[in-house]
């Protein structure tokens, strides 16, 4: 009985249990190494900037509204970041060398056909690096006024961003660049770039005389060195419900079909935006008078036509009219391109910015130019013009509808293709990865597209091409000179025959 007892007793050198304070010192542990990982986590997050938008603000020298999304929750949002921007992009894909690329292109077809004649403004556009070269304080210096960098080593592409674009234009470009690459792989070669995804050119001739900055732009102008590059709405234009470039055509093209020459209303037409600080669209309401000036001027209110599924704003259903007016906007406008596929004899106002194509353009060739000085009446006699004239009339809008039609994404991707190939070789230093640079590929695009975003996107996906980048002519600076002579005078012969009817009038 004692024995029994004895042996329940606990022995004196046996060790003590754990007590609850060592179990709370390890659970607090815990709870603080999550709560700091998360902290770290978010704090991550939230520097990390993205195609989409996220964590950049608008551009300084051209302020928008930041961009609201979509994601329910904090941590939504930041998972889809964290998933999008790093897990995206297949890591084990293999870059390959110089000698498998160019077996892998070995299969292409030989042919290169002639690009088009206003290819040649590429050497005109890199003119003011011919003789430095572009170093790597020219690039540093363009960081100033870019909002996105783009990098491109051995077929990947690498995006440095700086600041927000409107709407969707950073990640409807880039897309096309990425597109670019699956068209001719192992074809595009190294390059740095410095990207501004606003409407005006910022880069002036005189203030960058001794040192020219290089900057790609949607547009241009004499007084600026911004170099044009295509601009996003050719991959789609999700907020104006603007398909791909080629489908977009496509229907206004067969659109314009509905109505022979005769039928079509014998009036000038034009809808859009005019609250985008555009004085020539301003003024360009007051003509608003088919007696008058011959014109219809029709507002266009994109939330209301957003609300309405965009019933009212079918390109292909404004193919009704002999001819179509082109105003700037803010600046240069991707309208152009629409307004010339019509085959309405397209009146242009006078621009002052030019993009990639529109250079190419002759006046009472494949458009007709309007005055803005003067600017209803210009519209009454170019609609007088043309209806005195109808069969000139006519051919005038067929050739700018042609002249569009032989715009195809081939040859978009050709001139990406060459001016970044020229480009290339005027770098003095070998581009390497920013610290501060994301890859991008198309998964993860595509994981930051909302779902409009995404059909458009996926809808102008390409497949690598066995046919090679047509080829590029050679520089001609005296061509492009007696070219833009050759325009001036026109446009001084049609403002003399404004002129003169005009002073007829007034007998």
């Given amino acids: 009985m004692g024995l029994r007892l004895r042996l329940r007793l606990p022995h004196k050198s046996s060790p003590r249990t754990p007590s609850y304070l060592l179990l709370c010192v390890l659970a607090l542990s815990f709870f603080s190494f999550t709560a700091l990982l998360l902290y770290k986590v978010d704090d991550f997050i939230a520097q990390t900037k993205t195609l989409a938008g996220h964590n950049l603000d608008p551009t300084p020298w051209h302020i928008f509204p930041r961009k609201s999304f979509s994601e329910g929750t904090k941590h939504s949002q930041a998972y889809r970041i964290l998933q999008c921007s790093y897990f995206s992009c297949p890591y084990n894909a293999v870059v390959q060398p110089k000698s498998l690329q160019s077996e892998s292109v070995s299969g292409r077809r030989t042919h290169q056909p002639q690009c088009p004649d206003f290819f040649r403004w590429i050497h005109r556009d890199l003119e003011p690096?011919?003789?430095?070269?572009?170093?790597?304080?020219?690039?540093?210096?363009?960081?100033?006024?870019?909002?996105?960098?783009?990098?491109?080593?051995?077929?990947?592409?690498?995006?440095?961003?700086?600041?927000?674009?409107?709407?969707s234009r950073m990640m409807f470009t880039i897309w096309g660049i990425l597109q670019?690459?699956?068209?001719?792989?192992?074809?595009?070669?190294?390059?740095?770039?410095?990207?501004?995804?606003?409407?005006?050119?910022?880069?002036?001739?005189?203030?960058?005389?001794?040192?020219?900055?290089?900057?790609?732009?949607?547009?241009?102008?004499?007084?600026?060195?911004?170099?044009?590059?295509?601009?996003?709405?050719?991959?789609?234009?999700?907020?104006?419900?603007?398909?791909?470039?080629?489908?977009?055509f496509g229907d206004i093209k067969q659109g314009s079909r509905r109505r022979?020459?005769?039928?079509?209303?014998?009036?000038?037409?034009?809808?859009?935006?005019?609250?985008?600080?555009?004085?020539?669209?301003?003024?360009?309401?007051?003509?608003?008078?088919?007696?008058?000036?011959?014109?219809?001027?029709?507002?266009?209110?994109?939330?209301?036509?957003?609300?309405?599924?965009?019933?009212?704003?079918?390109?292909?259903?404004?193919?009704?009219?002999?001819?179509?007016?082109?105003?700037?906007?803010?600046?240069?406008?991707?309208?152009?391109?629409?307004?010339?596929?019509?085959?309405?004899?397209?009146?242009?106002?006078?621009?002052?910015?030019?993009?990639?194509?529109?250079?190419?353009?002759?006046?009472?060739?494949?458009?007709?130019?309007?005055?803005?000085?003067?600017?209803?009446?210009?519209?009454?006699?170019?609609?007088?013009?043309?209806?005195?004239?109808p069969s000139q009339a006519e051919t005038i809008g067929k050739r700018g509808q042609g002249y569009m039609e032989s715009i195809s994404m081939d040859r978009v991707y050709d001139y990406m293709f060459h001016l970044i190939t020229e480009y290339s070789k005027l770098q003095k230093f070998k581009p390497e990865k920013p610290a501060s640079a994301?890859?991008?590929?198309?998964?993860?695009?595509?994981?930051?597209?909302e779902q409009k975003e995404r059909e458009l996107l996926e809808r102008s996906r390409v497949v690598p091409s066995l046919d090679q980048p047509c080829k590029l002519p050679v520089a001609d600076r005296s061509r492009l000179e007696r070219l833009i002579q050759q325009k001036k005078k026109t446009i001084e012969n049609v403002r003399y025959m404004e002129m003169t009817r005009t002073k007829k009038s007034s007998k």
């Avoid at 210096?141 to 961003?161: E, W």
């Avoid at 009704?320 to 004899?345: Q, T």
């Fill in 260 to 389: 022979s020459w005769d039928n079509k209303q014998p009036r000038a037409y034009w809808k859009g935006n005019p609250d985008v600080v555009s004085p020539i669209r301003l003024e360009l309401m007051k003509c608003n008078h088919s007696r008058l000036w011959g014109a219809q001027i029709m507002r266009q209110d994109w939330a209301e036509e957003a609300k309405g599924g965009f019933e009212q704003s079918k390109l292909s259903n404004q193919c009704n009219h002999r001819y179509k007016i082109y105003a700037e906007g803010y600046a240069w406008s991707v309208s152009l391109k629409y307004i010339l596929s019509c085959g309405s004899m397209t009146l242009i106002i006078s621009p002052e910015y030019e993009d990639f194509f529109s250079r190419g353009l002759l006046p009472k060739e494949n458009y007709w130019p309007i005055s803005p000085t003067d600017l209803c009446r210009s519209i009454k006699y170019a609609v007088d013009w043309g209806n005195a004239n």
């Fill in 438 to 449: 994301n890859e991008v590929c198309a998964g993860s695009l595509l994981c930051f597209a």
């Fill in 129 to 167: 690096w011919a003789k430095t070269g572009v170093t790597k304080e020219h690039v540093k210096r363009a960081k100033a006024n870019a909002a996105f960098r783009v990098v491109i080593l051995s077929g990947k592409l690498y995006v440095d961003l700086y600041y927000a674009c409107v709407q």
């Fill in 180 to 248: 670019l690459l699956t068209k001719y792989p192992g074809m595009v070669p190294d390059v740095d770039m410095m990207f501004d995804c606003m409407d005006k050119p910022i880069i002036n001739q005189t203030e960058y005389q001794s040192f020219p900055v290089p900057l790609f732009r949607y547009c241009t102008n004499e007084a600026h060195l911004d170099i044009p590059f295509p601009d996003w709405s050719f991959w789609g234009w999700s907020e104006t419900n603007l398909r791909p470039w080629e489908e977009e």
